[in-house]
């Protein structure tokens, strides 16, 4: 199995990342309700209590099933901008790197979510990939605004 996908990962959180912290430096904004804050620290926290734990669940072989994650309604008030974003970091490297030494009948390995049925974990990879770039998505939205 290719690394192609460990490596957009890494360039999608990368992405995401800089673009917060751009947003943020230049003119405090919000995507919705939420602040650049909240998007960093709902992106740390779903890759620390969702991402990563159901991934490693799935590669030990268990055939995990799981439940719709979503952290959209906690308060991010404690949690700092740098932090959070380093949290994230932190984590996505972790699971890159626990991927990474993952057989292909590792990688092959299932879990089923009630939502998008039974995934592989490069299938659940590519559920983080796309997680990534909506918020990309809004956060370019926000930039293109901001520019005007």
């Excluded at 959070?84 to 996505?92: D, K």
């Excluded at 490297?93 to 939502?115: A, M, Q």
């Amino acid at each position: 199995m290719s690394d192609r996908l460990l490596e957009e990962l890494k360039a999608s959180q990368q992405l995401v990342i800089a673009m917060t912290q751009l947003i943020e430096d230049d003119d405090p904004a919000r995507v919705g309700a939420w602040t650049m804050r909240d998007i960093a620290a709902h992106l740390a926290a779903t890759e620390t209590e969702c991402f990563e734990p159901r991934i490693r669940e799935m590669a030990a072989g268990r055939r995990p099933q799981f439940e719709y994650y979503s952290n959209d309604e906690r308060d991010f008030d404690g949690v700092s901008l740098q932090a959070a974003l380093t949290e994230w970091a932190a984590t996505r490297n972790r699971l890159i790197d626990f991927v990474r030494g993952l057989s292909e009948e590792e990688r092959g390995r299932v879990g089923v979510h009630t939502k998008f049925g039974e995934l592989t974990v490069d299938g659940y990879l590519r559920i983080a990939l796309d997680h990534d770039q909506d918020h990309l998505k809004s956060l370019e939205r926000l930039a293109t605004e901001a520019a005007r």
